[in-house]
């Protein structure tokens, strides 16, 4: 069984920067993405930004250009940096893992909550 800790949300002020983290533990296999999701109260999960164990990455088009994900595999770790921060990015973010092949299994952190506001 995989599970996902995240870390690094908090309180920050238009304009900040936070870095989140989210490390995978036990065994993971295959060809594999993961990302960051979030949730803003009354909305739908949304996804912010993904990378696949081969290195490619996708970001949703409101966060290009401020936040950038990054992947270190030998660590299982991703990290989401996020700078120039807007107070509609306030939500919670989840991280996900998932076989982005055959489907065969998909894992999510328990979140954790990302304020932006002065």
């Known amino acids: 069984q995989v599970q996902l800790v995240e870390s690094g949300g908090g309180l920050v002020q238009p304009g900040g920067s936070l870095r989140l983290s989210c490390t995978a533990s036990g065994r993971i296999f295959g060809i594999n993405a993961m990302g960051w999701y979030r949730q803003a109260p009354g909305k739908e999960r949304e996804l912010v930004a993904a990378?696949?164990?081969?290195?490619?990455?996708n970001y949703a088009d409101s966060v290009k250009g401020r936040f950038t994900i990054s992947r270190d595999n030998a660590k299982n770790t991703v990290y989401l940096q996020m700078n120039s921060l807007k107070p509609e990015d306030t939500a919670v973010y989840y991280c996900?893992?998932?076989?982005?092949?055959?489907?065969?299994?998909?894992?999510w952190g328990q979140g954790t909550q990302v304020s932006v506001s002065s």
């Open positions: 996900k893992l998932s076989d982005i092949v055959y489907g065969r299994y998909e894992y």
């Open positions: 990378t696949t164990s081969g290195g490619s990455t």
